[in-house]
């Protein structure tokens, strides 16, 4: 069956970074796209950012661009999402997930604070 396990969170201060990664399994990972979503307490699910399935092509919501970098590894059937300079408002449980496949994993935990 479908899986996917987010990994890499963590408390950081403003400023720091952090690699979150997501395992896939139970599907042909290499033939969908995947996107990163992140979800704050009191606020609905936000698209964060998105890859192609070949990892060709990528995009951005706004407020991350130039900070974020998203990237997959087909061999490994792994998602990555590089967060780098983080701010508080960027606090939020992340989750991947698989273009047209009705999924989530558990997410795995980012809080910025000093």
């Known amino acids: 069956q479908v899986q996917l396990v987010e990994s890499g969170g963590g408390l950081v201060q403003p400023g720091g970074s952090l690699r979150l990664s997501c395992a896939a399994s139970?599907?042909?990972?290499?033939?969908?796209?995947m996107r990163w979503y992140r979800q704050a307490p009191g606020k609905e699910r936000e698209l964060v950012a998105g890859?192609?399935?070949?990892?060709?092509?990528?995009w951005y919501t706004d407020s991350v661009k130039g900070r974020f970098t998203i990237s997959r590894d087909n061999a490994k059937n792994t998602m990555y999402l590089q967060v780098n300079s983080l701010k508080p408002d960027d606090t939020a449980t992340y989750y991947c997930?698989?273009?047209?496949?009705?999924?989530w994993g558990q997410g795995t935990q980012v809080t910025v604070s000093s």
């Open positions: 139970g599907f042909s990972f290499s033939t969908y796209a």
């Open positions: 890859i192609s399935s070949t990892g060709s092509n990528t």
């Open positions: 997930n698989a273009v047209n496949i009705v999924y």
